[in-house]
């Protein structure tokens, strides 16, 4: 059988991914924190039909003769770059903004990263995610400037205090470009509940994607560093939310360029299948 039929169905195979990448990245791009994917190609291997020889005293070296099988995915990567800000006014929408930092969640015990920062408080007063897992915090609230690689906790905002034997209702929440959550209830008084905690990886392009707008550490990411917001982690942002970096004129660009991409391959089995035709006619 020909080579050039299955070059040119290995070519088909890698336009359907990457128009499966292209898809994703289409289907998300109102997905706030989401973070856009993009596929590489190498070549496949090659069959030597002439090996390589150097020159002699009398004649010149010759290059080897190879045969290319087709294309290979190479990577599909996850692009982190930064995007545009959405404003909402509302103090439990959060964003990260000159930083590469990611909000910490918990989910009994399995910890996941997200820069979707759509929080809200439970009926228990956690602060949670769209999904219900909880949100972390520094654990040593003490000195949070030093704070990196500590332990981090669950951030419960109580939604009532005592106060003279009373019960006083929360009244509004502040949250500051550090992450420091500041609580003021009815009667005037503030309780300053601690400060998010963010991580930072060696390696984020590392992340595995697990669904709902989370990351979650894989052995090339390394270990999260924990801290709090400023410097390399980031500033937070209350009232915002930040929104998808898919770029609809490049995604459909990019389109294009898979479907004729898969077209031509197409056009490769055609013509090989054509070859093979004339090839059996002659035996007639």
């Known amino acids: 059988m020909l080579r050039s039929m299955y070059s040119g169905i290995s070519g088909m195979k890698n336009m359907q991914i990457k128009l499966d990448v292209i898809g994703n990245n289409i289907a998300n791009v109102n997905t706030f924190g989401f973070k856009k994917g993009r596929i590489t190609f190498k070549d496949a291997m090659y069959q030597t039909i002439g090996s390589a020889s150097e020159k002699t005293d009398t004649r010149g070296g010759i290059n080897a003769k190879q045969v290319g099988l087709g294309s290979e995915i190479a990577s599909i990567d996850t692009i982190h770059t930064e995007s545009s800000l959405q404003n909402t006014s509302r103090p439990l929408d959060l964003a990260i903004t000159n930083g590469d930092g990611y909000f910490v969640v918990n989910d009994g015990g399995q910890y996941y990263f997200t820069r979707a920062g759509n929080f809200y408080i439970d009926k228990n007063g956690f602060l949670v995610n769209s999904d219900g897992y909880r949100v972390q ?86 270990d999260p560093q924990f801290g709090i917001g400023g410097g390399a982690y980031g500033t937070v942002v209350s009232g915002k939310l930040e929104m998808s970096n898919v770029d609809l004129s490049e995604e459909f660009t990019e389109m294009i360029v898979a479907q004729r991409g898969f077209q031509a391959n197409s056009r490769i089995i055609t013509t090989s299948d054509e070859i093979l035709q004339e090839l059996v006619n002659l035996k007639r």
């Not at 915090?137 to 419960?156: H, S």
């Not at 390696?203 to 052995?219: H, I, T």
């Open 137 to 222: 915090k520094i654990k040593n609230t003490e000195n949070p400037e030093n704070a990196e690689n500590r332990e981090t906790e669950d951030i419960k905002i109580p939604k009532q205090k005592k106060v003279d034997g009373k019960s006083v209702g929360l009244q509004s929440i502040s949250i500051s470009q550090t992450g420091k959550i500041i609580a003021q209830y009815e009667n005037g008084t503030v309780r300053t509940i601690g400060n998010i905690a963010l991580a930072r990886f060696s390696n984020a392009e590392g992340l595995n994607k697990a669904g709902g707008n989370l990351f979650q550490r894989s052995a090339n990411s390394g």
